[in-house]
């Protein structure tokens, strides 16, 4: 069963501490995004990669996020120093890019509370 | 650019009623458009897509929207809705002509109550 994995599932941190969400995108899928969700603002694309080349990451804030894809079958997002604004929860979702638009499969999501 | 506009942000509905949830989208493009659906502490879930032919579009379980054109609309119905259809969906809509970031609604939380 292809699934996306995110881990961890939940995260409770300090200000200032840095944080690191790990994503497994399924098997053979090129296209990985990370979006937030929180109650105020809903769901925010952050970044989003093909083949492992970042193709917008306009939403993010430059200044203490950060996203990779240090290889095919990992994809991370770093907040360095996390601060209490942060607190969402952080989706990472996978797609094959091959000629029309196709389903984006997303994780279960990293909850992500800033004390 | 694209927005995605869900104009309730909740929907309570009895069993077994009639539901409608309502998605109007901006762009100057063409565009894919999609329902999401989310339960309590998931991920979300692709329920169906329109990318091009028939208007109207339906999913396994009843549900189903129609992509009207000049309204700029894609809502989503469901003729009979069951306590299990309680989550939150989201209308998404993406550029077309290629695989592209998704934008999404602010989502509508559907309360099926018996």
């Known amino acids: 069963d292809a699934r996306v994995t995110q881990t961890p599932r939940h995260k409770v941190t300090e200000m200032g501490q840095e944080v690191t969400m790990r994503c497994q995108p399924i098997l053979g899928h090129n296209t990985v995004f990370w979006y937030r969700q929180t109650m105020m603002q809903g769901l925010e694309l952050l970044a989003y990669?093909?083949?492992?080349?970042?193709?917008?990451d306009s939403g993010m804030p430059k200044d203490r996020f950060s996203a990779e894809m240090p290889d095919a079958t990992l994809a991370t997002l770093k907040i360095q120093p996390s601060e209490p604004r942060d607190s969402a929860v952080y989706f990472c979702?996978?797609?094959?890019?091959?000629?029309?638009?196709?389903?984006?499969?997303f994780g279960q999501g990293t909850r992500l509370t800033v004390v | 650019a694209q927005s995605v506009t869900q104009l309730d942000s909740q929907v309570p509905v009895f069993e077994e009623a009639p539901v409608e949830l309502r998605c109007n989208y901006s762009?100057?493009?063409?565009?894919?458009l999609f329902w999401y659906v989310q339960y309590p502490n998931q991920g979300l879930q692709l329920l169906l897509k329109?990318?091009?032919?028939?208007?109207l579009v339906e999913s396994i379980n009843g549900f189903e929207a129609e992509f009207n054109k000049s309204q700029t609309s894609f809502h989503l119905r469901k003729p009979s809705v069951h306590i299990s259809d309680t989550a939150e969906y989201f209308c998404?809509?993406?550029?077309?002509?290629?695989?592209?970031?998704?934008?999404f609604g602010a989502g509508t939380r559907l309360a099926v109550h018996p």
């Open positions: 990669f093909r083949n492992r080349a970042p193709l917008d």
């Open positions: 762009s100057s493009v063409s565009v894919y």
């Open positions: 979702a996978s797609g094959l890019s091959a000629g029309a638009n196709t389903e984006a499969f």
């Open positions: 329109y990318l091009s032919g028939s208007t």
């Open positions: 998404a809509v993406s550029p077309s002509g290629g695989y592209n970031k998704l934008i």
